[in-house]
């Protein structure tokens, strides 16, 4: 039988339902940043949870965490947070990082918004598309 | 059991979704790029760790700056040398092996970064020079090794499935897989509560019935046990 990895991702998504994660990606990102963001889901995925650290992810603050890339020239900065259930990581927002800062420079606060979103309405996520078998 | 949203198809394979994103090439050679690129970079950091190693004491026995041994330990670095690779390989007293293969191949090779399957011995020519009986009559490397773990399962009615090559097999114990000893089977083991269980094996020779279990030693490390855990 299979063995699934450690860990699962999910999404946030929107009041109207849509999955803001996919659509950023989904949007005109370069291929290098596409599959960059596919290669450290793909990684961090099937790392133990004690080893989610620099470079590849880094905690920051309110029970955010960033997973940390560099590509097309832009430090890439998807922000989420442990949970909900087991082993599951929920990807919220997708920040850039440029001369030491957040682009949009309120991204922890709108990433913290978003995880109390789902916090309080489990349906504010889905399992992320990119790991479904369809 | 495989979830609408975990990878699917072998430990190792990502899912449908996944794969089709890749059929990009411009895409692919980033993921591929990308993944082999974190996998050296979090080697070199493992083993230096593994030796108690600062960045700089690194650096001293390649004869470079700190600096550069910072850049080798970030995955975003894109400008590593085979020359390089070679000298990093040196100062840890270890080999390079370079391939292109099979992509099933590819995948189950990249599948585990974590920290336990990073670790290596440095070259011993008395360990290397003296492998066992069985695996020098089998010409393999010396991380072979030899089931003998007491079944507690009955070993006459295996999974059919356990006896297809690259298939993941769990919940049964080491020596019940001899019991299908018309295969040499490469395989992962893990200690649950006392006794050792395959998680994993694949085919990789033919042996005639009756043999001993052989299989390449894979760490169970930690990744692949808390894997394991969704059985």
């Not at chain 1, 082993?87 to 920040?95: E, K, M, S, Y």
């Not at chain 1, 800062?101 to 990119?130: G, H, M, T």
């Not at chain 2, 910072?70 to 390089?84: A, F, I, N, V």
Request: aromatic share 10%.
């Amino acid at each position: 039988m299979p063995a699934p990895p450690p860990w699962r991702f999910r999404c946030y998504v929107s009041a109207a339902g849509i999955d803001q994660i996919r659509t950023w990606y989904e949007a005109p990102q370069s291929r290098p940043i596409r599959g960059k963001f596919l290669a450290r889901l793909d990684s961090l995925g099937r790392l133990p949870f004690a080893e989610w650290h620099p470079p590849l992810f880094r905690w920051l603050e309110g029970g955010i965490g960033e997973i940390r890339f560099k590509a097309a020239g832009v430090q890439q900065r998807p922000l989420g947070f442990r949970g909900l259930g087991e082993d599951v990581f929920t990807i919220v927002f997708n920040a850039t990082e440029r001369g030491g800062r957040f682009v949009p420079r309120d991204a922890i606060e709108r990433a913290i918004q978003r995880k109390n979103e789902i916090e309080a309405d489990a349906y504010r996520s889905l399992p992320c598309w990119l790991f479904r078998d369809s | 059991m495989p979830t609408a949203h975990s990878h699917v198809g072998s430990s190792a394979i990502p899912s449908r979704v996944f794969l089709r994103e890749l059929c990009d090439d411009e895409l692919r050679n980033e993921f591929v790029a990308d993944k082999v690129r974190t996998r050296f970079a979090l080697l070199i950091r493992s083993l230096r760790e593994q030796r108690g190693w600062s960045q700089a004491e690194l650096g001293r026995r390649m004869g470079k700056p700190q600096s550069v041994i910072s850049r080798l330990e970030d995955p975003d670095y894109g400008k590593l040398s085979m020359q390089t690779v070679f000298e990093v390989a040196a100062a840890f007293g270890l080999p390079v092996y370079i391939d292109m293969p099979e992509w099933e191949e590819w995948f189950r090779l990249i599948d585990d970064m974590s920290e336990a399957s990073l670790k290596r011995r440095k070259y011993d020519a008395d360990r290397l020079a003296a492998p066992t009986q069985e695996t020098s009559a089998l010409a393999m490397p010396d991380t072979l090794f030899i089931v003998t773990i007491p079944s507690k399962t009955p070993l006459d009615n295996p999974p059919a499935a356990a006896k297809a090559p690259t298939t993941t097999y769990a919940g049964t114990t080491a020596s019940a897989a001899m019991s299908f000893g018309s295969f040499l089977l490469e395989t992962t083991i893990r200690p649950p509560r006392g006794d050792l269980e395959i998680i994993e094996s694949r085919e990789i020779a033919a042996t005639p019935r009756g043999k001993k279990l052989y299989g390449r030693m894979m760490a169970p490390t930690k990744s692949a046990m808390e894997r394991s855990n969704a059985f």
